[in-house]
């Protein structure tokens, strides 16, 4: 299956290094026809939409760059789905969970892939709930949410780098990504050319502190933080807006026989990979292109 994915950041290098058969393309896209050309040269079976923009350093960004983050997180998707659709070809479009705030109206508070976003007033989050919007009502577009990327690999990118590296950090619990599995995923979705919104997130919840405490088991005994509240992260002035925290169910995953490991369970084994990475002086630099 040959597959064409768009974007050379984080995600879309990673997906490239695991997938012999799929080409990156780092070209800009700003119309249709761009898209149609790089369709038109590749000629691939399916699409992973990994472009967008997130903010650099932080999410934060997106707050004072509303239009690059609608024309990256919005816009772009759509000028990417209208060019697969015109030359029939499945898009596997990467969205965020980070477009829901807090619990569910579920018993067990978890979201479900159907239910409708809340971002009330985050930037970057109302520009990925606006493209989650409009491709699911597409036929032959499948929706791929990701949440706090966990990855082996040592990298600015990755949620471990980040706990570790920050003097405050906050106690909360979310459910997460772990790479690796994110991967094998995306790769299955694309050949079961899967159409929906799908949660692609360990089963269970993971508390920050309980990533730290395995950091610090099988990475740096001597690491020290500061634990915060959520809404302290505002009040202190760590951040301009609150961040999003919540629990994913991954109920249209299972539906079609794609698991994902439980959280815990792949974390640990992360983890460990990682610490071997960090002995070894091994970094994205290294390992990715990007
Ligand atoms: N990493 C996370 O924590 C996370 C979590 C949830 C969801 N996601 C989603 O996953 C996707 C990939 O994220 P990432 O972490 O890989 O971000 P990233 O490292 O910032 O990569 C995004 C890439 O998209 C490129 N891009 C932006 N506009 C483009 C355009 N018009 N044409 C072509 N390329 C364009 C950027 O290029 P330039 O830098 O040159 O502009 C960048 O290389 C995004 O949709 C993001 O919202 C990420």
């Not at 879309?12 to 038109?40: F, N, P, Q, Y």
């Not at 997130?54 to 919005?74: A, F, M, S, Y």
């Not at 094998?184 to 799908?198: D, P, S």
């Not at 925290?245 to 995953?253: D, R, T």
Request: proline share 4%; hydrophobic share 35%.
């Amino acid at each position: 299956m040959k597959i064409l994915i768009i974007g050379g950041g984080y995600i879309g290098h990673r997906c490239h290094d695991a997938w012999s058969d799929s080409v990156l393309s780092t070209d800009r896209i700003e119309s249709k026809e761009d898209m149609i050309k790089l369709l038109d040269e590749h000629k691939p079976d399916a699409v992973l939409n990994a472009a967008g923009v997130r903010g650099k350093p932080n999410v934060d960004w997106c707050e004072t760059h509303q239009l690059e983050t609608i024309l990256g997180n919005t816009k772009l998707p759509i000028i990417i789905a209208e060019g697969c659709q015109e030359r029939g070809v499945y898009l596997l479009h990467i969205g965020s969970g980070c477009i829901f705030y807090g619990d569910s109206m579920h018993p067990d508070k978890k979201w479900r892939e159907e239910d409708m976003g809340n971002p009330t007033e985050v930037t970057y989050s109302r520009t990925k709930w606006a493209a989650d919007l409009v491709l699911s009502t597409l036929p032959n577009v499948g929706i791929g949410r990701i949440r706090m990327p966990i990855d082996y690999i040592p990298s600015p990118n990755n949620m471990i780098d980040k706990l570790a590296t920050f003097q405050k950090v906050v106690d909360v619990e979310n459910s997460v990504t772990i790479v690796d599995d994110m991967v094998h995923v995306f790769r299955q979705l694309m050949e079961k050319k899967a159409t929906g919104i799908f949660h692609v997130t360990n089963p269970g919840t993971l508390k920050h502190k309980e990533i730290v405490a395995l950091y610090e088991e099988l990475v740096d005994p001597s690491h020290t933080n500061e634990w915060i509240s959520n809404e302290d992260l505002v009040k202190q002035g760590l951040a301009t807006k609150g961040r999003s925290n919540n629990f994913l169910a991954s109920e249209n995953l299972k539906n079609i026989g794609i698991e994902m490991r439980e959280v815990h369970e792949a974390m640990k084994d992360t983890m460990g990979k990682y610490a071997k990475m960090k002995k070894e002086g091994t970094s994205s630099d290294k390992v990715l292109t990007c």
